[in-house]
């Protein structure tokens, strides 16, 4: 007997596209709008200039906005839509280890910065300094127009 799949596998080459068309068809259905720029790129806008922006990496996504009832709304949806994890507030993200807390959000690539100097045996090499004040804040400047 042969059998025919009627979805993607995953781990077949195949599989990516079919879940991105799925997701796509989703965000599509649920009015949010594809940036033009960035493709994995959703933002859904409601009433009285709310905002909810979604990031999609293969699987993984991240997603933010200016009004609590319409992310709980959109998380209830997916889980509702999708079998997915809520893994909380982002830690890590593409490599990318964020702590966020009362005095703001910080980003850090320690671990992969560790796990480089290990792969090449230089764990122990003299330090240099960062390009970036460790602990710096960056605001917003609201004399400057916003860019792209």
Request: charged share 25%; hydrophobic share 35%; proline share 3%.
């Amino acid at each position: 007997m042969v059998y025919r799949l009627k979805k993607a596998l995953y781990g077949l080459k195949q599989a990516p596209r079919a879940w991105y068309s799925k997701i796509e068809s989703y965000f599509s259905a649920e009015k949010f709008e594809k940036c033009p720029y960035e493709h994995t790129l959703f933002v859904k806008y409601g009433m009285k200039n709310e905002i909810l922006v979604v990031s999609l990496y293969v699987d993984d996504l991240i997603y933010t906005g200016n009004n609590q009832g319409l992310m709980d709304e959109f998380k209830s949806s997916m889980k509702k839509k999708f079998a997915m994890t809520d893994l909380g507030k982002m830690r890590f993200f593409l490599g990318v280890e964020v702590n966020q807390s009362s005095n703001g959000i910080f980003i850090t690539q320690q671990k992969y910065a560790a796990e480089v100097l290990s792969r090449f045996g230089m764990e122990h090499c003299n330090q240099v300094s960062s390009p970036i004040v460790p602990g710096c804040k960056l605001v917003k400047d609201e004399t400057e127009q916003g860019t792209d």
